[in-house]
T-cell receptor, first 112, second 111 residues
C-alpha cells in the first residue's frame, strides 16, 4: 500500500531564517507530487506540483521554492521566511483517472 | 480567480438529519469533481468523486450530485453523525495535473 510521509510535524522559525520541508512517498512509482498551504481559516492553496524528477511547476510567485531530487521525494524550501509564510503545509500525490489526491499528515509552520 | 467556490463557511445540522454541502465552479473543462474531509491538524482524506459525464454518485451515506448546466455540485450526507463534523472541501480536476480546491465548509453535527 502507498504511504506518504512529511516532516517535521511542527516547526517554529524566526523571520528571515531558511526552511526545508521534506515529503516522501512509498509504494508507488513516478507519482505526481504536490505542495499545498492552508493558511488560518482559508482553503488549500496549490503552491507547486511535479510530474517527474527535476520537473517543478510553480503556481504562486513567492519566496518559496520546490525541488524533486528523487522520484518519490519532494522538498519545499525558502531562503528567508516571512511572517506570511505561516500555515499548514501539505504534501500530496495523485492517482488517475480522477486525480484523487492522497495527503500527508502536514507540517504546521509558525514564523515569528 | 476562484474557479471553485464554497459560499457557506459553516453548516450546523442535527444528528440523524441530512447535511447538504454546496459547491459552484466556473470552468466547464473540469472533468472530475471530488469531495474531501479534513479534521484539524490532519491532511484531507478523499471522500467521494464524480465524473462530469454523470449526475449522481453514491457511496453509503454520501451522495454527490452534479448539475453541469448550473455548474453546481452538492454533497449529501444521510443520516448525519457527530463523527461527520469536519471541514469539507470541494475540488475539481481537469484530469491533468492540477486540482483546484474550494475554501471549505465546516460542518457541525449536533448530538
Amino acid at each position: 500500500s502507498q504511504t506518504i510521509h512529511q516532516w517535521p510535524a511542527t516547526l517554529v522559525q524566526p523571520v528571515g531564517s531558511p526552511l526545508s520541508l521534506e515529503c516522501t512517498v512509498e509504494g508507488t512509482s513516478n507519482p505526481n507530487l504536490y505542495w499545498y498551504r492552508q493558511a488560518a481559516g482559508r482553503g488549500l492553496q496549490l503552491l507547486f506540483y511535479s510530474v517527474g524528477i527535476g520537473q517543478i511547476s510553480s503556481e504562486v510567485p513567492q519566496n518559496l521554492s520546490a525541488s524533486r531530487p528523487q522520484d518519490r521525494q519532494f522538498i519545499l524550501s525558502s531562503k528567508k521566511l516571512l511572517l506570511s509564510d505561516s500555515g499548514f503545509y501539505l504534501c500530496a500525490w495523485t492517482r488517475p483517472p480522477n486525480n484523487e489526491q492522497f495527503f500527508g499528515p502536514g507540517t504546521r509552520l509558525t514564523v515569528l | 480567480d476562484q474557479q471553485v467556490k464554497q459560499n457557506s463557511p459553516s453548516l450546523s445540522v442535527q444528528e440523524g438529519r441530512i447535511s447538504i454541502l454546496n459547491c459552484d465552479y466556473t470552468n466547464s473543462m473540469f472533468d472530475y469533481f471530488l469531495w474531501y474531509k479534513k479534521y484539524p491538524a490532519e491532511g484531507p482524506t478523499f471522500l467521494i468523486s464524480i465524473s462530469s459525464i454523470k449526475d449522481k454518485n453514491e457511496d453509503g451515506r454520501f451522495t454527490v450530485f452534479l448539475n453541469k448546466s448550473a455548474k453546481h455540485l452538492s454533497l449529501h450526507i444521510v443520516p448525519s453523525q457527530p463523527g461527520d463534523s469536519a471541514v469539507y472541501f470541494c475540488a475539481a480536476s481537469t484530469g491533468g495535473f492540477k486540482t483546484i480546491f474550494g475554501a471549505g465548509t465546516r460542518l457541525f453535527v449536533k448530538a
